[in-house]
């Protein structure tokens, strides 16, 4: 099937839809944001990781990590146990 010269010409000058240059955008936007993402991150643990060089105490008998403030304790129980143990009813023995 040939094409008429109106058609080739059409063909030739079509535009682009404008959800094409969204989508492009979009995708370009997004994978700027991921790098500023991961670029952060990296900036925060580098930056954590030189406080606690800073911060390391120098006596050679020093512990690397201080203790924890507080103790964890086992939580208390919701209900408590009855403070004399009730016994069961006899069983009915037919004779």
Do not use: C, W, Y
């Amino acid at each position: 099937m040939m094409m008429t010269e109106s058609a080739a010409d059409r063909s030739r000058f079509r535009r682009v839809h404008p959800a094409r240059n969204a989508r492009v955008i979009t995708g370009a936007l997004s994978a700027m944001a991921l790098m500023g993402m991961v670029a952060g991150f990296q900036l925060s643990a580098s930056a954590q990781a030189a406080d606690l060089a800073a911060a390391k105490p120098t006596g050679a008998g020093a512990p690397a990590v201080s203790a924890p403030a507080r103790t964890l304790e086992a939580p208390a129980t919701a209900v408590p146990a009855p403070a004399t143990a009730v016994p069961a009813p006899a069983a009915a023995v037919p004779a």
